[in-house]
């Protein structure tokens, strides 16, 4: 059995200028070679487990989807009554007011030009804040590595910076 090991981060030559991979993965496994992905750098936190690191983000990436299929999940309620005050709130609740407010634009009775308006507002103002607070934490956790930060750390990392 033949078997090929192909590492995306040491071989930037295998991406085309299009920028599809060159890498004839396709046609290995046609032949019956085993092709695997693998990483040896800080995209796998210096384990060698791409596998891990794969498994986290798709745990963390759960809260967020959420909290972002929040209005989704409420659209027909926001449709039912687009000037009223759940749509309104949630019009106007980071992260979700961007997409509540979209729900609300598509009706046929759209909210007040002030109510889009505050709500542009306070979206670019809470960017702002959660990439202040995300600078923090990346100052002070810059070189920490190994176990996954929990809550209260970052916290305490955005105090300290």
Known sequence: MID???????ASWVVSANGHAAFPMKALRAHGVNVCLGTDSLASNNSLDMRAEMREAQALMTPVMLVLMTPWLFASA???????????ALSLIPPVNTFAMMVRLSTTTPPPSWQVGLS?????ASAYVTIWFAAKIFKVGLLMHGKAPDFATLIRW????
Do not use: L, Q
Not at 78 to 85: H, K, Q, S
């Open 4 to 10: 090929d090991t192909h590492d995306p981060g040491r």
């Open 78 to 88: 926001i449709v039912a009554d687009p000037n009223g005050t759940f749509s309104t």
């Open 120 to 124: 542009v507002v306070i979206g670019i």
């Open 158 to 161: 955005a105090k300290a910076a």
